[in-house]
């Protein structure tokens, strides 16, 4: 079932169950869908999809970041609702242990010894890892392994 199914009968469901905070997580991501229709992409991939998923979450873990500093809890419970339905369309992320163990596989195929290898290392832990780690867990990751 695709994406834009899978929400517009979950936004069905939610309105029978007149859950507010579902129908603003699903609302938002059929808004952001129909954008990435609409921008000129002929055929919306799965991959576009995980991009679009992840891109949500991190916008409104930042905000959620905001909102707590400035003492904002209404404003903040918000941003993590949504942040839990639009995180049950993406992928099972990687725990910490199956990430370091992947990107040191990774370390070992590409050859890298030391931080200068970092770019490399990136290159393609983020194609590998797309949708199953956030790009900073990568990052900080392969920054650690490196160095160590």
Known sequence: M????E????LKDAM???DESALRGLRAIKAALLLLKTSGVENITPEDEIKMLQKMVKQRQDALDIF??????DLAQKEAEEIKI????????LSAEALT???KEIIQTVGA???GDLGKVMGIASKQLAGKADGK???EATKALLTA
């Open 86 to 93: 639009i995180e049950q369309f993406l992928p099972q992320q």
């Open 16 to 18: 029978k169950a007149k």
């Open 68 to 73: 707590t500093q400035q003492n904002r809890a």
């Open 2 to 5: 695709s994406l834009e199914n």
């Open 101 to 103: 163990a992947a990107l």
């Open 137 to 139: 867990r990568i990052s």
């Open 7 to 10: 929400i517009m009968l979950k």
């Open 113 to 115: 010894a030391g931080p």
